[in-house]
């Protein structure tokens, strides 16, 4: 059974990855089943996890609940495990549908669950991250730059980087703000380092440039 999981599961991420979540959707669904029939609840958890991937904004809110369900019944489960991912991702797309404070709410989620897991500190700190860009698209800027500077701070000190992402959150509230000359602090961190990603230079080029301006360059 543990063969056939994963096996279902990486042909279903291969078939996601190549841009056919169609496909997808139903070997995550087979190997739902077959972990949960098998209590291989880990992979059940994954399962469930990538079918939130490969499914719609109204899907991906099913399968986390099918999660809930799931470990409500088995006290304990390692399945709660996905919790952290799964509300993060659903975070994402409740934010590019605009639903910012139902983004929010599911990166708080995220941020919990994250903390209580064993090596998982970057990620709860991204979750910090995540938490601060929905407040800065509520307009909650005073909310949201204290969190921003708390994360890249701790981002610093911990894993001795300065997070390119977190800096530009912190260049734009600042500059909402009306701290230019704060803004152009963070502005010139994020633009150095964004400058060097080929992939960021190549697709946010508007991002880049507003940081460019902020940063006085």
């Known amino acids: 059974p543990v063969v056939r999981v994963r096996s279902l599961l990486e042909r279903g ?3 996601n990855s190549d841009g056919k979540p169609d496909e997808a959707l139903p070997l995550f669904e087979q190997a739902f089943e077959t972990a949960r029939d098998h209590d291989e609840d880990f992979l059940a958890g994954d399962a469930l996890h990538m079918a939130g991937i490969a499914a719609n904004l109204e899907g991906e809110e099913r399968w986390l609940e099918e ?20 509300h993060n991702n659903l975070g ?20 919990d669950a994250y903390a209580g897991i064993d090596g998982k500190r970057y990620e709860t700190l991204i979750a910090d991250y995540a938490r601060g860009r929905a407040l800065r ?14 994360t890249f701070a701790a981002i610093e000190a911990e894993f001795e980087t300065e997070d390119e992402y977190v ?3 912190i260049a734009l509230c600042r500059a909402a703000l009306g701290d230019g000359e704060g803004a152009a602090q963070a502005a010139a961190i994020a633009y150095a380092k964004f400058s ?8 946010e080029t508007e991002r880049l440039e507003a940081l460019r301006v902020l940063a006085g360059d």
């Open 167 to 169: 800096a530009e959150e």
């Open 13 to 15: 991420r291969s078939l």
């Open 137 to 150: 698209a509520l307009d909650q800027c005073g909310e949201a730059l204290p969190l921003q500077e708390a």
């Open 92 to 111: 994402w797309s409740y934010f590019f549908a605009d639903r910012f404070d139902d983004a929010l709410g599911q990166f708080n989620s995220s941020r």
């Open 196 to 203: 060097a990603d080929a992939w960021f230079v190549e697709n």
């Open 67 to 86: 999660l809930v369900g799931f470990v409500a019944a088995r006290p304990g489960s390692p399945a709660d495990y996905w919790f952290a991912a799964m």
